[in-house]
C-alpha cells in the first residue's frame, strides 16, 4: 500500500472488502478521495478495474451505496473505482455556492481559468493520476481498464475514453450529458472552468468527439438512457448520438425509467457484463 | 388505490416499481411513510410480499436504496415493503435528541407509557395496520406475508413475527438486537416506551420469545450475523439465539462482516430466496 494512501472506512463485501480512501493529489493539489471494491478473485492475482465517475452532487460515496455493483464485480471478478466528483474545500470563493458549479460538479475537465485551474484538473487526475495510483496500490490490472459513469460523468466516461482510447478497453454510460458545450449545465460550467473560447470546450464534449473520429476505430461503448429522464430534452441530448460512432456505440433505450440510482441499479449489471467480455475475463 | 395513500416519488426499477408513500397512520395517529417495491409479475396478478424493518437512524428509503433486494425481487416474484423506523413529528418534547430513542429508535413496541403511548405503536402498525392497507391498495397477496429486518428491526421481525406466527411463513434477520431486554439500546427504549415492569419487556425480546415457545411449532428462521459486527458484544448477544428455535431456527456467521447495508447487500439474495422457496414461488 502506498504510504500516501489514508483508509477512511472499509467493509466486507460479497467476499472483498469495499474502502474509502483519501490521498494527496498532485493533479487536483490537495487531498482527494475515491472507493474501490477488491473482489474475491484478488487473493489470487490481480484483476481488471472498471471506473465509475458519477454525477453532479454525488461523492466517492454514492455508487458503492446505490449502484448494487459489487454483487456483478464479485462474480465476474472485476475491481471497481469511484472518485469523488470534484475537489472539495480548496479555499476557492463560492465553490458549494452552486450545485452545478464547483463542489461536486467538475464536469471532469481540467480548468484553464483562474481560480479553478490550479486545483479542478479531473480530466488528468482521473485519466493518470488516480489509475497509477491504484495500480501501484492494489492487485488491480492498470492494462486492462474499463470507465463507466452516470449523467455528469457519464460525460466523463465518454470524453475521457475517447481522449484516451488506448487506456481502456471499454466505455459505457447512464444517461450522460452528451453535448454539454451547447447545453446549460455544461455551458455554464465550461464558461467558468475553460473560458470563453468554446473551441477549446469541443474537447470535452461527446458529441464533438465522435464527429471529429469519425474514421477512428474506436473502444466498444455502451449507453443506457431512460425515456422518463426529465433531463433528457434540455441536458443529456443523448438522441444526438444516434448514428454516430461507426458501430461502436450501441445506444439503448428503455422506456419509463429515469435518472437515478434505481435505473442505474437496474441496468449495471448488464454493463458490468459489457465490460467483463472485453476486459477477457468471460 | 386507497384516497388515504399520497404518493411522495416513484421509479421505474428492475422492471417493476419502487415508491414511497405517506399515508394517516390509526395506530401512530399521525402520517406515517413506506416504500414499495412492486416487481413486473403484478401485471398479471397478486404477489407474496416480504416486509423489511429498517434498524436505529433509517428512515423507510434506507433499504430501498442501499440493500440491493429490488433485482431478486424482480427474479422471484415477491413484493417488498419497508417501513419508517417510527413515527416522526409527533410533537413529543425531546423527540430527535437521542438517536437511539424516539424518532428512527421506536424498537417496535406498543409503547404503554406517557408521552408515547398515542403515537409509538409500531407493534400495531407493523402487524396489522400496514399489511391490511397494502393488501387492499396494492397488487399483493396479503395471505403470503414474510417479514425480515436488521439490527432494531431484525428484533422488530422476529418478535412481531413470533407473536403472530400465522400471518408470516418465514422470518429472517441481519444482525438482529436478540435480548433487548438485558443490553443497553434496548433497556433504555423499554423502560421509557414500556416503563419499568420488566415483566412487560420479555414479549419484545426475541430470547425470551423463543425460550417460552420451546414447545411449539414455528415459522422458519434465516439469521445472518456478521463476526466483524462491533455491535455483537454489547447490543445484539446474536449468540444466545444458538440452540433455540427447536430446528425452525438457522444461524449463519459471516466471518469480517460488519452491521453495515455492505453487508445486508451481501445476504439479501440468500434471504429472498429464503423467503420465496417458503412463500411458494420457487
Given amino acids: 500500500m502506498t504510504a500516501n494512501l489514508k483508509i477512511l472506512e472499509e467493509h ?3 467476499g472483498g472488502r469495499v474502502a474509502r480512501y483519501e490521498h494527496a493529489s498532485e493533479s487536483c493539489h490537495g487531498p482527494m478521495r475515491f472507493s474501490i471494491y477488491l473482489p474475491p478473485q484478488t487473493v489470487t492475482g490481480r484483476v481488471p478495474v472498471v471506473y465509475f465517475l458519477a454525477g ?3 461523492t466517492e460515496e454514492t455508487f458503492m451505496i446505490k449502484a448494487g455493483a459489487q454483487r456483478y464485480a464479485a462474480e465476474w471478478g472485476l475491481a471497481l473505482v469511484a472518485p469523488d466528483t470534484s475537489p472539495r474545500r480548496t479555499g476557492i470563493p463560492d465553490e458549494t455556492r452552486d450545485w452545478d458549479l464547483g463542489s461536486g460538479a467538475s464536469f471532469y475537465v481540467d480548468a484553464t481559468e ?3 485551474s ?10 493518470e493520476e488516480l489509475p497509477a495510483l491504484v495500480a501501484a496500490s492494489f492487485p488491480v490490472d492498470g492494462n486492462c481498464q474499463a470507465l463507466c459513469g452516470h449523467s455528469m460523468g457519464g460525460h466523463g466516461a465518454l470524453t475521457i475514453g475517447l ?3 488506448h487506456r481502456y478497453r471499454s466505455l459505457s454510460a447512464f444517461a450522460p450529458v452528451c453535448a454539454p458545450s ?6 455554464k460550467a ?3 472552468y475553460l473560458g470563453s473560447d468554446e473551441a477549446r470546450w469541443r474537447d470535452y464534449d461527446t458529441v464533438a468527439l465522435l ?8 473502444a466498444p461503448m455502451l449507453v443506457d438512457q431512460g425515456g422518463g429522464d426529465p433531463y433528457l430534452e434540455r441536458e443529456l441530448k443523448t438522441q444526438w448520438l444516434e448514428g454516430l460512432g461507426g458501430g461502436a456505440l450501441t445506444l439503448r433505450w428503455h422506456e419509463g425509467y429515469d435518472h437515478s440510482y434505481f435505473f442505474i441499479a437496474s441496468f449495471i449489471g448488464d454493463h458490468m457484463a459489457f465490460h467483463a467480455r472485453h476486459l477477457g475475463v468471460t
Fill in 12 to 14: 466486507a463485501c460479497f
Fill in 56 to 58: 453532479l452532487t454525488c
Fill in 114 to 116: 483562474e481560480p479553478w
Fill in 118 to 127: 490550479r486545483h479542478y484538473r479531473m480530466h488528468q487526475y482521473v485519466a
Fill in 163 to 165: 481522449r484516451h482510447g
Fill in 182 to 187: 451547447r447545453t446549460p449545465w455544461g455551458q
Fill in 190 to 192: 465550461f464558461g467558468v
Fill in 211 to 218: 464527429k471529429a473520429r469519425e474514421s477512428q476505430a474506436l
